[in-house]
């Protein structure tokens, strides 16, 4: 074959250390190729402030999942409610087991929490049931 005809590629190191370990000069603004501005929903959640990561705030996220699907809670985007018993037993059986798994494991008053969202969840879904 000739080289005409061969394609190749470019391999760009995109490390931030040199094989020494030492920091390795950054591009200029320049060199960096543009982002493109993103438009649409990615772009307003980014923006908005995000809850602390810790173990309640796990469950709340899986308790509100659980609700949405009992119909309690609206679709944000539609403002419409949909019920979906299936996948609100789903959300409530995985808040039992992260309570099963982390039995022995949790503070008083995330163990108190998790206790009454259960018990919540699991009465409402039960009301629904019938």
């Known amino acids: 074959m000739s080289e005409e005809n061969e394609k190749g590629f470019v391999i760009k190191d995109k ?3 040199d094989e020494t370990g030492k920091a ?3 591009a200029s603004n320049e060199e960096r190729p543009k982002k ?3 438009k649409g929903p990615s772009q307003e959640s980014s923006q908005m402030p995000l809850p602390e990561i810790n173990f309640p705030s796990l469950i709340f996220s ?4 659980a609700l949405y699907h009992l119909g309690e809670l609206p679709d ?3 403002n419409e ?3 979906d018993l299936l996948l609100a037993k789903h959300a409530i059986d995985t808040i039992a087991m ?3 798994k982390t039995a ?3 503070s008083a008053d995330e163990e108190k929490f998790i206790v009454n969202v259960l018990t919540d969840l699991r009465l409402r879904y039960v009301k629904e049931k019938k």
Not at 62 to 65: A, E, F, I, R
């Open 15 to 17: 490390r931030t250390l």
């Open 24 to 26: 390795k000069a950054t």
């Open 36 to 38: 493109k501005a993103q």
């Open 62 to 65: 899986l308790s509100s999942t």
């Open 76 to 78: 944000p985007e539609t």
């Open 81 to 83: 409610k949909k019920k």
């Open 98 to 100: 992260l309570k099963e």
């Open 104 to 106: 022995g494991n949790l």
